[in-house]
């Protein structure tokens, strides 16, 4: 099976995935090259230094180029069997990311995959390493979003998702910022 997104093209074999970034027509040739190599590494030290801070991702096998090679994580999406116990291990997971300056950058129930023994964070295309606030804001604001999107109890998942984070040293700092966030789409609105 081959997904294709924005950024990049997956395969999904039998026992690996297959993730390769996809060549950007619109740049210059050496420079899209040196992106998505550049990139490509950047998603796999972020995997790889998540799973030692104890999130479980895929093992990464392999990286060259614009391709990594990993472990294929059989499980369902979260967003097909959200409940409040589950948000609430996704906030305990991402506290332990933000205390490790790991910022995702696509933080949605699409995301994550829920195993026999418990969540896989998936999809770190746009993760980077920061210590702002600002970008651990961005990350709750857009997860609280998703919930918001396709849940109609988002409210309860919202409050689960909170206690599990509510272990992070900055929580009040970024939760306060999730609320600044929230603040300027409304006035945008």
Do not use: W
Request: hydrophobic share 40%; proline share 2%.
């Amino acid at each position: 099976m081959v997904i294709r997104g924005a950024e990049a093209e997956v395969e999904v074999l039998e026992d690996r995935v297959i993730k390769r970034r996809r060549e950007k027509k619109y740049r210059i040739k050496v420079l899209d090259e040196m992106i998505r190599k550049k990139r490509t590494r950047m998603e796999a030290r972020i995997i790889s230094q998540a799973r030692r801070a104890g999130v479980a991702t895929p093992i990464i096998y392999d990286v060259t180029g614009d391709t990594i090679v990993m472990e294929r994580i059989r499980g369902e999406l979260l967003r097909n069997c959200i409940n409040e116990e589950l948000s609430r291990a996704v906030g305990e997971n991402v506290a332990i990311l933000h205390e490790n300056r790991i910022i995702h950058g696509d933080l949605t129930p699409k995301n994550i995959l829920v195993t026999d023994s418990g969540l896989y964070f998936i999809d770190f295309g746009l993760a980077f390493f920061d210590e702002r606030i600002e970008p651990m804001g961005m990350d709750l604001h857009v997860y609280f979003e998703s919930l918001k999107a396709d849940f109609d109890n988002h409210i309860e998942l919202r409050l689960a998702f909170l206690e599990g984070y509510s272990g992070f040293s900055r929580y009040s700092q970024v939760v306060r910022r999730v609320e600044e966030i929230e603040e300027r789409g409304r006035y945008r609105a």
